[in-house]
């Protein structure tokens, strides 16, 4: 099986606990559409890497694929070889928005320039940090420098006229020296450069509730994976609505959090297009 982690370092080589009980949530509403019912999603989007194995073999009818289920956004974590402009037309062809795009960490460094060139191409908004590896964050220094690195890239985003964020995994809710790390990278980052997309499994997993960090940093989570996870003890990632996460307390609160993106993923489906047209489906109907 290829991880995330084997993913991205790939890419870059190339180029809560289960607290979510099912509680009532939060007067506001977010999400839902500019117009339309209030209380549904109507731009569900799907990070490809889902799918990376058709990607592999045919990022355009993948695209296509991905736009007949009913996504309208998709996310990319690699471009399967094609350039800026092939992404475009695939994109307008399946007639999908691509809002944003995973690097890893370590091409936040001498390759930063060509990634935001490539993002700006493309059209995305954001440009996401989604993997730092172990090697790189085993103390609070660590992360310090984590943090000023972020800033520095950031800021660089930000004259491309794009704009940055972190992905969590659940290796930031495991503390370090006494300290929470996603606790010192909301602090230490800049929050006028720096915004966070929230993987609501891996934060489930790490035993934290996303609404904590709503509260606590309203505004600063303008994307967010949606992702289901079996009670524990084996925690495992399914399809979305099969799980014990409760997205419509989340999506209540998602106004709070300035979420304006909602991308379904699932690590290892059996059959990825089931699985992403099964989480399709939940969401839809979903009220809240």
Not at 33 to 58: C, F, H
Not at 157 to 162: E, F, P, S
Not at 210 to 222: C, I, K, S
Not at 240 to 258: N, S, Y
Request: with cysteine; glycine share 8%.
């Amino acid at each position: 099986m290829i991880s995330r982690r084997s993913f991205l370092e790939s890419l870059s080589a190339a180029a809560g606990g289960l607290a979510l009980a099912r509680a009532a949530g939060a007067d506001t509403r977010a999400g839902a559409a500019e117009a339309g019912d209030p209380g549904r999603l109507e731009r569900i989007g799907v990070q490809l890497y889902t799918v990376r194995r058709a990607m592999e073999k045919n990022v355009e009818q993948t695209l296509d694929r991905v736009a007949a289920i009913g996504y309208t956004e998709v996310e990319f974590a690699g471009y399967f070889g094609r350039k800026p402009a092939q992404v475009r037309a695939a994109l307008r062809h399946a007639g999908l928005r691509a809002p944003s795009a995973h690097v890893s960490y370590g091409d936040l460094g001498n390759g930063w320039p060509r990634q935001l060139e490539e993002a700006h191409a493309i059209g995305h908004e954001w440009i996401v940090c989604a993997w730092i590896d172990a090697n790189e964050r085993r103390t609070v220094a660590d992360y310090q420098r984590i943090c000023a690195k972020m800033n520095a890239a950031a800021a660089a985003a930000r004259k491309a006229g794009l704009r940055f964020a972190v992905h969590n995994h659940d290796y930031e809710f495991t503390p370090v020296e006494g300290k929470v790390p996603y606790d010192i990278l909301q602090a230490e980052t800049d929050r006028k450069l720096v915004e966070f997309e929230m993987d609501l499994y891996w934060i489930t997993r790490g035993r934290h509730d996303p609404l904590t960090y709503f509260a606590q940093y309203p505004g600063r989570f303008p994307l967010v994976h949606v992702k289901d996870m079996k009670q524990p003890p084996t925690g495992a990632m399914v399809d979305v609505g099969a799980g014990e996460i409760d997205f419509r307390r989340i999506l209540a609160d998602g106004k709070r959090a300035g979420i304006k993106h909602w991308f379904v993923e699932h690590d290892e489906p059996p059959d990825p297009f089931a699985s992403i047209a099964n989480s399709y489906k939940y969401l839809r109907a979903l009220t809240f």
